[in-house]
């Protein structure tokens, strides 16, 4: 799957069919809702594994299954504030968290450097910015894979609410009250975006900077995996998307983490309710708005979805993805 001659073989495949029990939501919050940092003594020589996914790729979502299946925060190399309310280990990136949060895009894999103890840490002189993680050592990462097209879209429509609510540079396309308002009013990492907020030549250019990042964060993800020692797990959004399928990789994904304490079939399908948070991830019955912009409007022009696609295809085709919408691209 690594290297540039692997076969194709969709990511999203599993043996398995079973799905976890079903359970209620306040039986639920009863017994799994409550999360907390590792204390000293827990941690130990626990080594957080970097849960390192391409913007869009859904991380958010994916950190609070983690959290509720495990009942320990995820931490992130960040520290966004919006984040606070719904992943309090925001900004923590120690050993008291059960994963910590990096985009490729800022943490790739020339910013990591083997230690005499067979563990990774931060360049830090090449990214002071991330400072505050100095002392942090892993050996593993996580990864969470995403049709492409979907991701770019994910991740434009933030950075478009970024923009504007945060760095307060709104894009050229923001231009009217009634979009700076909408954009001020919903939350900055499962919004929606208003037609009026929206340019294709401003879509078209970001997305063309983004499809190349999301070509080259594989050669970056190949560069880690055949560094000694290094554990890496991927798993597909899609996959956890299904409730079959999500059972299965939220298994994988705790497995993975070698915490050294059993979770419960009962707690990973109610870290799947918890999670369920309309500030996790988008409410996709939005896009039926009229006045909202959807991703199939975002991509109906097939001459731009197949200059996308022949920026990916290649890594892409063989994670079992195609052209969006089942555009037919020569």
């Not at 925060?73 to 949060?101: N, Q």
């Not at 090449?126 to 942090?136: G, H, I, N, S, T």
């Not at 945060?166 to 231009?175: E, I, L, M, S, Y």
Request: charged share 20%; hydrophobic share 40%; net charge positive.
């Amino acid at each position: 799957m690594w290297g540039a001659d692997a076969q194709s073989v969709p990511l999203f495949q599993y043996a398995a069919t079973r799905a976890g029990p079903d359970v209620a939501l306040a039986a639920c919050s009863q017994k799994f809702g409550s999360r907390r940092f590792l204390s000293v003594e827990e941690s130990g020589s626990w080594l957080p594994p970097l849960l390192w996914t391409f913007p869009g790729a859904g991380n958010t979502w994916v950190r609070l299954l983690l959290d509720h299946a495990t009942g320990t925060y995820t931490g992130s190399i960040y520290g966004d504030p919006s984040l606070l309310p719904l992943l309090p280990g925001e900004g923590r990136c120690d050993r008291s968290v059960v994963a910590v949060k990096a985009h490729p895009t800022h943490i790739d894999s020339n910013d990591i450097l083997a230690t005499r103890n067979d563990v990774f840490r931060l360049n830090i002189t090449r990214k002071p910015q991330y400072v505050k993680c100095e002392d942090l050592r892993f050996n593993s990462a996580i990864i969470v894979v995403r049709d492409p097209f979907r991701s770019i879209w994910a991740e434009y429509k933030r950075y478009v609410n970024w923009r504007e609510v945060v760095a307060g540079r709104p894009t050229a396309a923001v231009d009217s009250s009634e979009c700076r308002m909408a954009l001020r009013n919903q939350p900055l990492h499962s919004g929606a975006l208003m037609r009026s907020c929206f340019s294709d030549h401003h879509f078209q250019g970001h997305a063309y900077h983004l499809a190349r990042s999301w070509k080259h964060t594989w050669y970056h993800y190949t560069r880690f995996h055949a560094m000694p020692h290094a554990r890496v797990l991927k798993v597909a959004y899609e996959d956890l998307q299904q409730p079959r399928q999500r059972h299965l990789v939220m298994r994988e994904m705790v497995s993975f983490l070698n915490l050294g304490r059993e979770i419960s079939d009962n707690a990973l399908a109610c870290a799947a309710k918890l999670a369920d948070n309309p500030n996790s991830h988008r409410d996709l019955s939005m896009e039926n708005d009229a006045q909202v912009m959807s991703i199939t409007d975002a991509y109906s022009n097939a001459s731009f979805v197949c200059s996308l696609w022949q920026v990916f295809k290649r890594k892409a085709s063989r994670l079992g993805y195609a052209a969006f919408g089942g555009t037919i691209c020569s």
